[in-house]
Nanobody, 115 residues
């Protein structure tokens, strides 16, 4: 059974940094992509960043040049390094692992950017 777990959220001052971790376990295959989504109360969950096994990446416009994503070679572990954080980055960050037609989600980790 596939399980996805996130860690690394917390409270940070504007301009600060955090690193989120995501591990997808319980499978023998490599996921097609592992993605980070963000949800703010009252808004739809939005895709923030994604990475494929080949290293292709995507970032939503608002986080470009501030966030980086990396994947351990041969592992279903992904890191999201967030810097120059802004209050608008506040939300619950969810890790999503995709294989074929299946989606697997973690429980989410809260990130709060506030002074």
């Amino acid at each position: 059974q596939v399980q996805v777990a996130e860690s690394g959220g917390g409270l940070v001052l504007p301009g600060g940094s955090l690193r989120l971790s995501c591990t997808a376990s319980g499978s023998s295959f490599t996921f097609d992509s592992i993605n980070w989504y963000r949800q703010v109360p009252g808004k739809q969950r939005e895709l923030v960043a994604m990475i494929t096994p080949g290293g292709s990446t995507y970032f939503t416009e608002s986080v470009k040049n501030r966030f980086a994503i990396a994947r351990l070679t041969g592992k279903n572990t992904v890191y999201l390094a967030m810097s120059s954080l802004e209050p608008e980055d506040t939300g619950v960050y969810y890790c999503n692992a995709v294989f074929a037609d299946a989606d697997y989600w973690g429980q989410g980790t809260q990130v709060t950017v506030s002074s």
